[in-house]
């Protein structure tokens, strides 16, 4: 990731319009902010939410609240609690999300 003509700026992440996105089950809400080539999120999944897809887009990603579940093609599965993350590389490992007890997440990609 290179970070290039970004002006020095604040965020109110309560102030940006959310988005909804369904999933498999459940919905996720976006909050999103696009600087050049990098989108940053807060991303919240309801209860029992299930991605509708395989995502091969690299993030950083900060559970704030709740716990994501996240499955790997190859079948290994990690659990972020708050205070966690991980990162992956773009087209590095496909990757798909559940959040059984809902989540609440910041996103870098």
């Known amino acids: 990731m290179r970070m290039t003509d970004i002006p020095f700026c604040t965020t109110d992440w ?7 996105h369904r999933g498999q089950v459940g919905t996720a809400l976006w909050r999103t902010r696009v600087f050049g080539d990098i989108r940053v999120r807060i991303v919240e999944y309801s209860i029992g939410y299930e991605a509708d897809h395989w995502c091969e887009k690299g993030h950083v990603l900060f559970c704030l609240s709740g716990e994501l579940h996240t499955e790997l093609r190859d079948g290994r599965i990690f659990v972020l609690t708050p205070g966690m993350s991980y990162q992956v590389a773009d087209q590095a490992e496909a990757h798909r999300s559940r959040a059984p007890v809902g989540a609440r997440l910041f996103i870098v990609d």
């Open 14 to 20: 309560e102030s940006i319009e959310r988005t909804e």
